[in-house]
């Protein structure tokens, strides 16, 4: 790719032009220029494009597919631009120097994914091939390690997984648990959920917590036809739109237990009927949906994708699926909370990143939209473009990265405030209610 | 005549009771809810049916062919930096496993032989060891995970992705080191 030192003007102001209007302007200027290499060149420039400085947001680049790998470059260009992992490791939170595993010669996985924000941020916008990564990434998940296509969404929790377990050993000492552990993973993506079980035979509520580090949600289809009375049938379909908000309100919905499924009541001593109700009392800087978007059936033994609509909000108040709604909620309840306290703050999240899919269950294609500087582009493997927002509210939405509103207040669009100096402890606000 | 009244009286009076307060209830909860509505109290109503219209434009917008711009079907032309890509990525480099030079696009394939991982490979190494490894990775060979252990929105920390046995000791599984 040939390189030039010709700055280009300030393109990234959006005015009433369209992509295609933009485009053309880019290209008149640079068409006098050679662009194309012939596929026979193997140069790699190691001049820094001057380009990449002015018009175009940090770490945008492309990520070569190196084989059935769109799983995992769609979920690397959300966690990319995700505010407190990006600004972790753009930092320097995992230095090379420092790393204990790199000393003893042994393999980091987490030293690799730095080496990705060292050249995806580096101002080159040649794509990327993540090879080391994945390398080392198939050395850590050996059960996953193979040429195949994937599910982003599995190789998203493997990545995450990984980086806790090694991670989470150096940094205490011991294995902590979901509330102590201080990784990079936990502080950036682990909430906790809590899950209140009502025997119905005496009312009994025992209550269990868990972490999580995604919330997988049903489509709420089936709920909102049945609401209207009538049959599932397939033209019915189309009457009313599945939406993000009804996921999550199917999710934290009380749900009677079959009678195959009694749970163990303590006040009763026996199993019994039961009713199940989660709902949110940690939320994380950075909340990860994912949309199960398959349908088993077990009369057939078949699986099928359901490619089935779905509206999701760009910004999202995670307030009614709090612990404390739900709980003041299931007393009766009903005000509102418009004194506005301090968990609010951390309730309101704006999306930053969506992972897309298209085909089918046995063979699609994964394509990222990332929101940087107001401005959304579609993120296809090596390809790079910008697109409008209604590209991205009109996509088969698979998993939908939102961050915490107060994260992007912090001029974090902006990286040249990041110190170099490693180290340096990066403030995560945690969100704690009920 | 009074007999016959005070009968449908008493067998009235319990649906009477109930319908009454199911009434108040009904009411209860609309009046709540049309007071947030009428005075604006909360702000999410306003900003969720704008997400919901943006939505609704969006997807017509998107609808309409003649919209299309850069990307036709799939195919682009240029990305944003003026570059073009080859579909099969050709970038070359040497595989930090044998050292062979690689085309980026080909890497993965190449890989799964080179380490020993992958179906093929394992096929032929542990035919004769447990087949339930084997059967855990057909069932998964596809884009979008089939597996109920997902429907479990309590994700334990100590779960692998699929469940299968871990293999996180061999870190170093055909001796190389890394450099």
């Known amino acids: 790719m040939a390189k030039h030192s010709m700055v280009l003007p300030q393109g990234s102001a959006i005015g009433n032009e369209s992509i295609g209007q933009r485009l053309i302007k880019r290209r008149r200027l640079v068409s006098g220029v050679g662009l194309y290499l012939n596929s026979k060149s193997k140069f790699s420039f190691p001049i820094k494009d001057l380009r990449g400085k002015t018009c175009f947001p940090e770490g945008l680049r492309g990520l070569n597919n190196l084989g059935s790998t769109c799983f995992m470059n769609s979920v690397l260009q959300a966690l990319l631009h995700a505010p407190p992992f990006r600004d972790y490791f753009l930092s320097g939170g995992h230095s090379l120097e420092d790393c204990k595993r790199r000393t003893m010669n042994r393999l980091c996985l987490i030293c690799d994914i730095n080496a990705v924000f060292s050249a995806m941020y580096s101002g080159d916008r040649n794509p990327y091939s993540p090879a080391q990564f994945l390398y080392s990434w198939w050395q850590h998940s050996a059960n996953l390690a193979s040429y195949e296509q994937q599910d982003a969404h599995e190789f998203f929790i493997s990545m995450l997984n990984t980086i806790h377990e090694k991670e989470g050993i150096t940094r205490n000492g011991s294995k902590g648990n979901g509330g102590d552990c201080q990784c990079i993973a936990h502080r950036v993506f682990y909430g906790l959920l809590r899950s209140d079980v009502t025997c119905m035979a005496c009312g009994f509520i025992s209550t269990t917590y868990d972490p999580f580090l995604d919330i997988s949600l049903n489509l709420d289809i089936n709920n909102s036809l049945r609401e209207k009375g009538k049959k599932v049938t397939k033209s019915n379909e189309d009457d009313s739109m599945s939406t993000l908000l009804g996921c999550l309100d199917l999710f934290t919905r009380p749900e009677k237990l079959g009678s195959d499924q009694k749970l163990y009541c303590q006040k009763c001593q026996e199993r019994q009927n039961s009713l199940k109700q989660m709902s949110i009392t940690k939320l994380p800087p950075v909340l990860t949906l994912h949309v199960k978007r398959f349908e088993h059936s077990f009369v057939k033994k078949l699986s099928r994708k359901i490619d089935r609509y779905l509206q999701f909000p760009f910004s999202l108040d995670m307030t009614p699926y709090l612990s404390s709604s739900i709980l003041r909620a299931r007393y009766g309840n009903r005000i509102f909370n418009f004194g506005g306290n301090e968990s609010d703050a951390f309730s309101k999240f704006e999306i930053f990143a969506v992972v897309t899919h298209s085909g089918t269950l046995e063979s699609g294609h994964y394509v990222s939209f990332v929101r940087l500087r107001k401005q959304w582009y579609r993120c296809d493997d090596a390809w790079i473009t910008e697109v409008d927002e209604a590209t991205v509210r009109a996509s088969q939405c698979y998993m939908i990265f939102y961050a915490q509103k107060t994260l992007f207040n912090n001029a974090s669009e902006d990286l040249s405030h990041l110190p170099n100096s490693p180290g340096r402890e990066v403030f995560i606000p945690i969100a704690g209610c009920c | ?179």
């Open chain 2, 1 to 179: 005549m009074s007999v016959p009244n005070e009968e449908n009286l008493s067998s009235q009076l319990p649906s009477h009771f109930f319908w009454d307060l199911l009434d108040s209830i009904i009411v209860d909860v609309a009046s709540e809810c049309h007071r947030v509505a009428k005075l604006g109290l909360d702000a999410n109503l306003e900003e969720d049916d704008e997400e919901l219209k943006l939505s609704a434009q969006a997807r017509v917008r998107v609808a309409d062919p003649s919209n299309n711009s850069n990307e036709t079907n799939g195919k682009y032309v240029v990305d944003l930096f003026g570059q073009t890509h080859p579909t099969v990525a050709n970038e070359i480099f040497e595989c930090m496993n044998c050292g062979r030079s690689i085309a980026a696009g080909r890497f993965a394939p190449h890989l799964e032989k080179c380490m020993g991982k992958g179906r093929k490979a394992r096929l032929k190494v542990t035919r004769s060891s447990s087949g339930a490894q084997n059967q855990n990775r057909y069932s998964r060979g596809s884009s979008v995970s089939t597996h109920t252990n997902h429907s479990s929105n309590n994700s334990s920390m100590n779960r692998l992705a699929n469940g299968n046995p871990s293999f996180a000791g061999e870190e170093h599984s055909n001796g190389t080191t890394h450099p």
